[in-house]
């Protein structure tokens, strides 16, 4: 069973940054696309970024590109997500999500697994 343990959340005022962490379990963590989604209340859970399993592909959600950097460590089996010039808006649920393959994923139907989340709150 692989687990992925988000860390990094918090609030933070508009234009402020955060970087979200997650630790994963199992050696295989370099064979596998990475990515993160979030879900704001009352709205459904949405794609953010991913990367594939080298680090060399990666792809962002509109709303985030410019602002958001994913990236991945295999050697420690660890992903980031540096968010900087947050916005209200970027309030949510962040989480971490390993996809059934090596290539990148952009929706949840390409997710086999999932972290817990870590909050998010950027006050204006």
């Known amino acids: 069973q692989v687990q992925l343990v988000e860390s990094g959340g918090g609030l933070v005022q508009a234009g402020g940054s955060l970087r979200l962490s997650c630790a994963t379990s199992g050696r295989t963590f370099g064979s596998y696309a990475m990515a993160w989604f979030r879900q704001a209340p009352g709205e459904e859970r949405e794609f953010v970024a991913a990367?594939?399993?080298?680090?060399?592909?990666?792809y962002y959600a509109d709303s985030v590109k410019g602002r958001f950097i994913i990236s991945r460590d295999n050697a420690k089996y660890t992903a980031s997500l540096q968010m900087n010039s947050l916005k209200p808006d970027d309030t949510a649920v962040y989480y971490c999500?390993?996809?059934?393959?090596?290539?990148?994923?952009?929706?949840?139907?390409?997710?086999?697994?999932w972290g817990q989340g870590t909050q998010v709150t950027v006050s204006s």
């Open positions: 999500a390993r996809g059934q393959r090596s290539t990148v994923v952009v929706g949840s139907d390409g997710v086999d697994y």
């Open positions: 990367i594939n399993w080298s680090g060399a592909d990666t």
